[in-house]
């Protein structure tokens, strides 16, 4: 392999699923899948298949439906984990299996209360297993930075014996400094000559903000695979995000030298995918994919810009696909093969009963807007991919809004057995009438977590985008709803998010259930 590229381990599906709140489908992971392949990663981690039968499904369809990337299963390094993960990306033309088990002491001695000796053989063991499976295995040293680098190096060289193909070395909490990192995986290389012979990796949490930073300090190491994911989504602060760390070596390529297969112009879409699956906003200053990141707001950089794009913009909005999309324009008179026509542009697929499902709405909004934006499609054919997995629907809602008197809301939905529900709530305000309005109609105690509401694009008539986060019975799960009106807008992501928590509580008992049955009794 060209000594100057580097593999591009994307961990949206794993990692950034791990967030709190996120809760993906296996349409929505698919959906997602199929556009990080657009993007050019070498790799998707695809989940954790031994985590629920949810995500067992979703890495197999991953597996099964997405060509081109090697797609990842994670696993802990015990046997039934292993055999999950190896079922789960059998269908892959590029099944890795992902294997881990910490090196430091204190998770050894808190977390896995076990001792060195049997993290050594335990983690000789997962790699060997996994080897029976497939011949692309990955080894991870959790929590390798707060390890002791010798016992590390001897868990490493176990690893690459019995056939790791990939070693990764996580910064775990984020606690590493770029260079102390780069020293950690130099002295690695001293202490296993042979970890010349596979690929190391690198993969940083961002909780000092410093991913970004140790990632580029572990490929000036000699690592040439970084573990990322679109928008620094993951574990608590999230993990090194992938456009800012491809949009590095891609702007500094004369001085680094280095490459990676990423499109960069799929960026800007991906990161507005996933935003919108997981109802995980990117913050408005967020480099590369921000709102504001290729804004300029002072006249003396606005004069310079205009001049000469240069004077204050390291990157062109186009080469991360920002402005991409901007040429598409539709109206109220275009038919059903323009928009066709459109999506297809955009890298959306529509035929069918979807295609009809989608050009109803599209006419919907095309009369209350004049101008329906390529930006505005993408929220509405992302927003229609959703239907066909909720479980409640919003069939009506009357709002009374007043400054005299509080407002109050009437609502219909329509539950999974067909039949229309109504209820009605005196709230603070319209937005918490009409949601308790809707807990009113399906007699459910839905906590609402967060709420959001943005405009797609600008202008009076833009359509208004809602993401909810809401909470039943310890589930939480988020939902997201477009329209022009944004009473609607809400009311549409609060039912979505309601349908998505319900599934995983039904799926949460049913996994109680099974967990009773195979118990045996005492
Ligand atoms: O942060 C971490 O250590 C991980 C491992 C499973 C690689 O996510
Ligand atoms: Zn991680």
């Not at 892959?92 to 053989?121: K, Y």
Request: charged share 25%.
């Amino acid at each position: 392999m060209d000594h100057n590229r580097v593999i591009i381990f994307d961990t949206t599906l794993r990692d950034g699923e791990q967030s709190p709140g996120i809760s993906l489908n296996t349409a929505e992971k698919l959906e997602i899948a199929h556009q990080l392949a657009r993007l050019g990663v070498d790799v998707i981690e695809a989940g954790f298949p031994i985590a629920s039968p949810g995500d067992f499904e979703a890495v197999r369809a991953i597996a099964r439906e997405v060509h081109g990337p090697v797609i990842a299963g994670l696993a802990r390094a015990h046997a039934a984990d292993i055999e999950r993960a190896a079922e789960a990306v059998r269908a892959s033309e590029r099944p890795r299996i992902h294997t881990f088990i910490s090196t430091s002491d204190i998770h050894i001695v808190h977390q896995l209360q076990s001792t060195r000796e049997d993290v050594l053989g335990q983690a000789r063991a997962a790699v060997a297993h996994a080897k029976s499976f497939v011949d692309d295995v990955e080894f991870s040293p959790m929590d390798a930075t707060r390890a002791d680098v010798e016992f590390t190096a001897e868990v490493v060289a176990a690893a690459v014996e019995e056939g790791a193909t990939t070693v990764n070395i996580p910064d775990t909490v984020g606690y590493a400094m770029p260079d102390e990192y780069a020293a950690f995986l130099r002295r690695l290389y001293d202490l296993v000559p042979a970890l010349r012979d596979v690929v190391l990796s690198v993969h940083c949490h961002d909780d000092l903000g410093l991913a970004v930073a140790n990632s580029f300090a572990g490929v000036q190491a000699g690592a040439r695979q970084v573990e990322c994911a679109i928008n620094g989504i993951g574990e608590r602060a999230g993990n090194a995000s992938l456009e800012e760390f491809v949009m590095l070596l891609h702007t500094r390529a004369d001085d680094v030298e280095l490459a990676t297969g990423v499109q960069t112009r799929e960026i800007a879409r991906t990161s507005r995918l996933v935003s919108r699956l997981t109802g995980y906003p990117v913050q408005p200053n967020k480099a590369v994919v921000g709102r504001n990141a290729f804004a300029h707001e002072s006249g003396i950089h606005q004069d310079g810009v205009l001049k000469e794009r240069s004077t204050y913009e390291i990157m062109d909005a186009a080469s991360v696909g920002v402005d991409d999309v901007s040429s598409i324009v539709l109206g109220k008179h275009s038919g059903r093969h323009a928009l066709r026509s459109a999506l297809e542009e955009l890298g959306f697929t529509l035929s069918g009963q979807a295609l009809n499902t989608a050009f109803k709405r599209f006419k919907e909004i095309a009369d209350k807007k004049k101008h329906v934006t390529a930006m505005d499609l993408e929220a509405l054919v992302t927003d229609e991919l959703r239907e066909e997995v909720a479980t409640y629907g919003l069939e009506w809602f009357d709002v009374e809004a007043s400054s005299r008197r509080p407002p109050h809301a009437t609502v219909a939905i329509r539950t999974p057995d067909g039949e229309v529900v109504r209820g009605n709530f005196t709230g603070d305000g319209p937005v918490d009438a009409i949601f308790r309005a809707i807990n009113t109609a399906v007699r459910r105690e839905a906590r609402l977590r967060e709420f959001r509401i943005d405009a797609v694009t600008g202008g009076q008539d833009a359509l208004g985008e809602a993401s909810v986060i809401l909470e039943i019975a310890g589930q939480s799960a988020a939902g997201q709803g477009v329209s022009t009106d944004i009473i609607e807008a809400a009311a549409l992501a609060y039912v979505r998010a309601l349908s998505n928590a319900e599934r995983k509580v039904a799926l949460a008992a049913s996994e109680a259930e099974e967990e009773r049955e195979l118990t045996p009794a005492p």
